[in-house]
């Protein structure tokens, strides 16, 4: 019997020896056929360290190395080692994936000496009629201090996404940290085309050019840049390392914009109609696709004869003991003649028969023990995952104020405000579709708006925040209890929250008739209900809502961000103020908060950027924007007009300084509107536009003087005086380059007092005998 079993055991070493033998031959074979699949045959397999695999090819006379010549690559060997460029340009190629392409970035540089700044500076890249987008894995950086970085995402982009870096002195700066001191990023969505534009937001007087004499802006992968500190901003060579070590990511694809049902239609040029292969959508609005080994299966599949079968065999790291079957792809695992078990390192692997051994018996023990095993494991696996679940749902409802809002709701009970309704995770979850990227409505700095729909059929509006920190827990409930018995028309109504998640969410009434920032700038002149009347009344609402946050809610709130893009519409057009993610609340002892800056540009309060103190006239600098935005038809930032007059808020103060103001009016607004309220209206704008925040009226100013101007053009005498001359303003306002102020207006001096004293309610009109009350 020994000697039996001594038998066995030396077959069984014979047998692993000629299973290694082979292996080693099958590995040779194995790196041999992994050498030779990325390029295409007769063709250079690479451009110095870099390996160039088809459909890309290193380009000659009529060599025919690439699939066209959107793939050419150019190797200048004039450089040791040599280096690859896209086609026959400036863009330098690091690295190649099945994918992906790494290239050499465009840095923008603005440098200044003592004050004396040089002109713009640009940077652009342009990928059109070429099979190459930008990756979402770039990021856009500015580097330097006291710099803005603007990047325009396409050729008709006039709100470009950008960031603001500020440093007053070297010990603000922090290696490592790009949050605005010295360095700042912002992930944007480019597709095939930017340019970016630096330069000084304050000409450099807050910032030492000791330590700072250059700021740079640049589009690159966000995990290869790190931000050196002082030493990067000291750096005089700081663009040409940046452009050499961090690279910018552009996905490729193959078909000339043709899905994949579409490409096949034409197997002449379908690319992946070789052996073992397969079609990806490149899931771009581009088009494209790409092709793809299927598993098991490796090579270049660009090329004949395609995809072949990987030998797992050949490769120590597979998972057989002993006997190893390659398959077409995959592979199988054994055990020889005298061995039990299924011949896996991951299984029970292989055991030398013993006949005196009831291997059977045990092997039928065994498996039945490890199956109970198994069940009760599974179990008490189950059961402890859902009592986790449970302790996760609880630790996030108290770490996201669960209790501190059930205190205050107890608070409140007997008023007429409405207890708070906590939804579950669940129940947003199935009103959202899973958070389904097609239920997006809209996306801002302090989360993501998904439209869903309650089991009730009602149709809400779902924010899901940004992670809080637990300093701004008290904040959020309290700014969510407030926003619960606020019960104005024109404010967005809340109605619960989620806090059993790992952010919180809010539930709002769905507004259904979107922004008015979509209606004013959606055709040239507007939306056909758009006139100067509603115009007026839609002010005067968004004013209403915004006077009643500063004075009339139990804790004042500061919006921080009015703009007509948070100005929502209903099905009657009646104004929303809407997006409070931003918002603060200000203790009724105090009338400012010192707050890191945050807005819109183009929208933003120069006082509090200067000196980080939120009041409510922040609110009411937002707010004659807008109004600037209603008079004028014109966006708040517009790269088209004169440096000096890109901003609407600059643009619209010079103009009425220059008596010029009707020229950028609206055509239909001139027309509808008579003199006297449109030049109240503008020096409404020009009050709320001061850039000392004390010589701007409140809100509740601003609505007073809007209601009077409702209110003037309500009266059946209002415009007959101007009737004839208004029609022959607005006449002359369609016209080109018109000076609407060199026409005599001596006769509506007076009429422009009394409107402003009617507005301010400081004077009584008498309405005509016939008129109604």
């Not at 041999?32 to 045959?41: E, H, S, V």
């Not at 004949?304 to 190893?324: L, S, V, W």
């Not at 509006?461 to 940004?466: G, H, L, P, T, V």
């Amino acid at each position: 019997m020994y000697l039996l079993l001594a038998l066995l055991v030396f077959t069984g070493r014979l047998e692993a020896q000629e299973l290694a033998t082979s292996g080693h031959t099958a590995n040779t074979n194995y790196t041999i056929m992994k050498a030779g699949k990325f390029t295409k045959p007769g063709c250079p397999t690479q451009c110095g360290n870099l390996t160039i695999p088809y459909p890309f090819g290193i380009n000659s006379k009529g060599s025919g190395c690439s699939r066209d010549y959107l793939f050419e690559i150019t190797c200048n060997h004039s450089t040791n080692p040599p280096k690859a460029f896209v086609q026959d340009g400036n863009i330098q190629i690091f690295d190649i994936s099945d994918s992906e392409l790494r290239v050499s970035n465009f840095v923008a540089k603005y440098c200044y000496d003592q004050g004396s700044l040089d002109s713009w500076n640009s940077a652009s890249f342009d990928l059109s009629d070429t099979p190459y987008t930008f990756s979402d894995a770039n990021v856009f950086t500015v580097v330097g201090c006291d710099d803005r970085g603007s990047i325009y995402q396409a050729r008709d982009d006039y709100l470009p996404k950008g960031c603001i870096t500020t440093c007053h002195n070297a010990e603000e700066v922090r290696e490592g940290e790009c949050l605005g001191t010295g360095c700042c990023q912002v992930s944007i969505k480019v597709l095939k085309y930017y340019d970016i534009y630096l330069d000084s937001y304050n000409n450099h007087t807050n910032s030492t050019s000791s330590f700072d004499s250059c700021g740079y802006a640049f589009l690159a992968e966000k995990n290869k840049f790190n931000f050196g500190g002082l030493s990067d901003l000291n750096d005089t060579s700081f663009k040409n390392k940046t452009k050499a070590t961090v690279p910018v990511v552009l996905d490729w694809v193959i078909g000339d914009n043709k899905t994949c049902a579409q490409a096949r239609q034409d197997s002449s040029s379908y690319a992946c109609r070789y052996n073992n292969s397969h079609c990806s959508e490149a899931g771009t609005r581009f088009g494209g696709y790409r092709c793809s080994c299927n598993k098991g299966y490796e090579g270049n599949p660009y090329l004949r004869p395609g995809c072949q079968d990987i030998n797992e065999c050949a490769d120590p790291k597979n998972d057989c003991t002993m006997t190893c079957n390659n398959t077409p792809g995959n592979y199988t695992c054994s055990c020889p003649h005298g061995y039990d078990g299924d011949g896996r390192k991951s299984g029970s692997g292989c055991v030398v028969r013993s006949s005196k051994f009831p291997m059977l018996k045990f092997f039928l023990g065994m498996t039945i023990g490890f199956t109970s095993l198994i069940v009760a494991i599974n179990g008490l696996y189950c059961s402890i995952k859902k009592r986790k679940h449970t302790q996760l749902r609880e630790k996030f409802f108290h770490q996201n104020g669960g209790l501190l809002l059930k205190q205050q709701s107890i608070l409140k009970e007997g008023s007429a405000v409405e207890s708070t309704k906590l939804f579950t995770d669940a129940e947003l979850k199935k009103a959202t579709n899973n958070y389904a990227a097609e239920r997006i409505l809209g996306q801002g700095g302090s989360g993501v708006v998904f439209k869903g729909i309650l089991p009730d059929q009602r149709v809400v509006a779902i924010k899901r925040s940004k992670v809080m920190e637990k300093s701004q827990i008290h904040q959020f409930i309290n700014e969510m209890m407030i926003l619960m018995q606020v019960n104005h028309r024109n404010v967005v109504k809340l109605l619960g929250c989620c806090l059993e998640c790992e952010v919180p969410l809010l539930v709002y009434e769905f507004v259904s008739n979107g922004s008015l920032f979509d209606h004013v700038h959606s055709i040239e002149g507007g939306m056909s209900w758009l006139s100067w009347e509603n115009r007026l009344r839609i002010a005067a609402e968004s004013s209403g809502a915004l006077a009643y946050l500063h004075s009339a809610a139990s804790m004042p709130v500061i919006h921080r961000d009015v703009k007509l893009a948070n100005i929502l519409l209903d099905d009657h057009h009646v104004a929303k103020i809407s997006d409070f993610g931003a918002s603060r609340l200000v203790p009724l002892d105090k009338n400012q908060v010192t707050t890191l800056v945050q807005g819109t540009l183009g929208y933003l309060d120069p006082e509090y950027f200067h000196t980080g103190q939120l009041t409510d006239k922040s609110d009411v600098y937002s707010f004659g924007v807008v109004l600037a935005e209603l008079l004028t038809g014109r966006k708040p930032i517009c790269m088209e007009r004169s440096p000096k007059d890109v901003h609407l808020a600059t643009y619209f103060i010079t103009s009425l300084n220059e008596n010029r103001i009707f020229q950028i009016l609206e055509p239909r607004v001139v027309k509808e509107g008579t003199i006297d309220q449109l030049e109240a209206a503008a020096q409404l704008v020009k009050r709320c536009l001061s850039l000392i925040g004390e010589e701007r009226p409140t809100m509740k100013e601003v609505t007073m003087k809007l209601e009077g101007l409702r209110n003037f053009t309500k009266h059946p005498w209002a415009n007959q005086d101007c009737y004839e001359e208004n029609e022959s303003l607005a006449s002359t306002a369609e016209a080109p380059y018109s000076d609407l102020y060199g026409i005599q207006l001596s006769s509506y001096n007076n009429t422009v007092h009394d409107l402003e004293q009617y507005s301010s309610g400081t004077a009584s009109l008498l309405l005509p005998s016939s008129s109604p009350r």
